[in-house]
Every structure is written in C-alpha cells, then in structure tokens.
C-alpha cells in the first residue's frame, strides 16, 4: 500500500506542476493539453509446480499505471509524457519471484508468481510528431508487430519498457516505417534496468487486406540478430478467416554490449489460421524452435518478446529467456466464443514436442507435455472501463527429461482479476 501511496502523491505533484505552468497567464505556457491515464488491476493468482520441495503459490497483488502526457511549448506535434508503475501485494508473501527464497513456515519454497512488489519509472519520454514522421527519446511501453520478439509482456503486473530513440514514418501509403535505438529495458522481473546498445528495424506493407507484408532486423546486442518476415491478411467468405505465416532465422549479434563471441545459429517459423462465424472462434497454429547441437546450432531464443500469449499460459517454456535444448514444436488448437454482452470464451489445446530427438544426450522422447487453457473476460456492467477474467492452465508433463528441466513436472495456474481503466 506504501509504493501505491508514494506512487499517487508523486502523480498528484506532478498533475500540481503542470496545472500551475499551464495556468500561466504571461511568458511561455511550457504545458498545454493535459491529458491523464491510469489503470487499476487487482489479481489473485494461484501456482502449483509439481516439484519436491515446493508448495502451492498464493499471491494476491495490484498493478497501479499512471501517466501524464501533455503538450510542451506550445510548440504543435511536441509532447512529453511522465508515468509510474506499482505492484504491491498487500504484505501477502506466499510466493516466490525470481531471486528471492520466500518460504513458508514448514520451510518449503513456494512456487513461482512473478511480480514482485516493486515501483518504478515506466514512461519519461519527449515525442515529436510532423506530418506523418514521429520521433521519440525517452523511456516507453514498445510493442512490435504480434510481440513475438519485441513486447512489454503485458500480462505480468510489472510490464516491461523500453529506453529508445525512434524514428517511424508511413508517409508512403500502407507501408509503416520503424528504426529504434534501444539503451536499456527494465520490468516484469524486477526494476533494474538492464543496459544494452541494440537495434530494431521493422517494415510493414499492406497490399490489401488479404496481404500485408512484415520483414524486420532486431539486433540484440551480445545476444543475436533475429530477422524474418511474416505474410498476414484476413477475408470475409462467410466466415472472417485470418492467417500468419512467418519465417525467421538468428545469427551472431551484430551489437556487442560488454559480452563478446556470443554465437547464435538458429531457426524459427509460424503459421497460423484463425476463423470467426457469427462469433464462434477457432484457430490452428504451429509454431516451431530450433535445437541447439554440438555442429554449433543454437537454440532460437525470442528473449524480449510477450512469450505469455504463446505456448501456454502455464509459462512452462522460454522461462528465463532459455529455451528447450531440444528445440521447440508446439502444435494448437483454440476454440470458443465472442460476441457482445456475452463476452470472450476461449480454450486452447498445446501439444509440446522436441523440435530434435535428444536421445544421443541422455533422452528417450521427444515428448515435452501438454497444455489446456481456459479463459473467460467480459466488461463489468455498470462500470465504464472495467472488465473482469477468470484464466486457468494446467501442463501435463511429458518424457523427455533432458531437453528443458520443467517438463518432468505437472503446473497448474489459476486467475481471477478486475482491470479498471481511465
């Protein structure tokens, strides 16, 4: 409650400020159109990790999102932007996070929530907009294209953002323009902000809606360079029919921050098709990972994207931006329903398979689990901005053993969260 407090009082200083600037009757009127968000998400969320010497998470938090944007100097296209996050769980300690050993009084180590009960600078930025070119300096919430490899992962209460100095322009028709700088990202995890001197491109060109072309370059400092491109569209025949189909590959980083002869040789594709008749909704999808081996083969690693949204809700893989050594093939199936009123249904079935067998190393499968997940969101009547969830995952471990070490253990994660924005 301390750092929602702090959070709100530092908000309520800088509203303060900016009123009395802009109220200004003579001299410069440094702040003009103020505009103010914010967001008040409470979350209960259960964690259960078959492994000895680990007993069931309870955790119960908040995320608390507040920002300022208003315009500076008069000057049109010119604004500045000041947020905060805060996560606070209230005193309830009943799970772990990343780099902390909460345990209960008979000892055992909960399993892991993470969200850790932490405040932080999310947004301090400058934006300048002329015509149809914005440049941006400063620290924001960044999300590309599905958030496969670059995205805030929203779903954690601490969101990730990103240090940049971006330039983007769509001056040509359908076609979207991005070149960034990165210098830091901090979030989800924690607030440390981990410094880095990487580069993104990102190009999009929308021929109709049944094609839009993407091809971008993300050059990850001392980690790798992942570029690719992705075909998607979508048609009415009846039924809304969209699709992806995306191919990418890794190799050695460009960029270099601190660590040097990192080496990275992998592979990735995407291929997705979803369909919506008269709010009925069902996709298939399948996703795969390559595996790393002794030729020099590394395992593709997507280590700033939303994994999350991916495969499964459990977040069983890709914890720690480390990959199966076997690689990863992960074939779905979603279903379920959407209309107004009614709100969003949806289950999704994931069958998890090592992209290589792993038997010359130890394994005898490539069977890494699977995965159902349910969930369920609607608006909260009554309560303009509010929406409720309820969510639920349970992985199913497999056989193989020795391509990624969770996959020998059974996790089931349950939801239940209000989302009020403003």
Known sequence: MKKIVMSAVALTAIMGSVNTL????????????IKVKGEIRPRYEYANQDITGKTAANAFTNRLHLSVT??????????????????????????????????????????????????????????YTTGK???????????????????TVGWRQLERSY?????????????????????GYAGVGGVTTTETNSILLNAKYKVADALSITVY?????????????????????????????EYAVQSDPTMEYRV?????????????????????????????FSASDSSGKTTFNPALGTNHKFNGWADVFFVGNAGPAGGLND???????????????????????????????????????????????NKIPGVNGLTGLVKYASYAAGGDTTSFANTNNDKQVAWAQLDYKF
Do not use: C, W
């Not at 008269?278 to 399948?286: T, V």
């Open 133 to 151: 070119t914005s440049l941006h300096a400063g620290r924001s919430q960044v999300n590309l294209d599905n958030q496969r490899f670059i995205g």
């Open 217 to 245: 370059d993300y050059m990850l400092a001392s980690l790798s360079d992942t570029y690719g491109i992705a075909l998607t569209g979508k048609a009415d025949i009846g039924a809304k029919i969209t699709y992806r189909a």
């Open 163 to 183: 240090d940049t100095v971006y330039a983007a322009n769509n001056s040509i028709d359908g076609l979207s323009l991005l070149g960034a700088y990165v210098y």
């Open 260 to 288: 040097t002869n990192v080496k990275a040789d992998a592979s990735y594709y995407n291929l997705d098709l979803g369909a919506n008749f008269s709010g009925i909704i069902a996709g298939l999808n399948y996703e795969h």
């Open 331 to 377: 074939a779905n199936l979603r279903l379920g329903y959407k209309t107004k009123g009614f709100g969003k249904l949806l289950a999704v079935y994931h069958d998890f398979q090592a992209a290589e067998d792993m038997a010359t190393t130890g394994g005898t499968t490539t069977n890494l689990g699977s995965e159902i997940d349910v969930v369920y969101a």
């Open 22 to 33: 802009s109220a200004a009757d003579d001299g410069i009127n440094i702040f003009n159109d």
């Open 70 to 127: 208003s315009g500076l100097l008069s000057v049109e296209g010119l604004t500045a932007t000041v947020g905060v996050q805060s996560v606070n769980n209230f005193g309830f300690e009943n799970y772990n996070t990343p780099g902390s050993s909460r345990v209960n009084s008979d000892g055992e180590k909960y399993s892991v929530v993470n969200d850790p009960n932490v405040a932080m600078l999310s947004e301090a930025s400058l934006d």
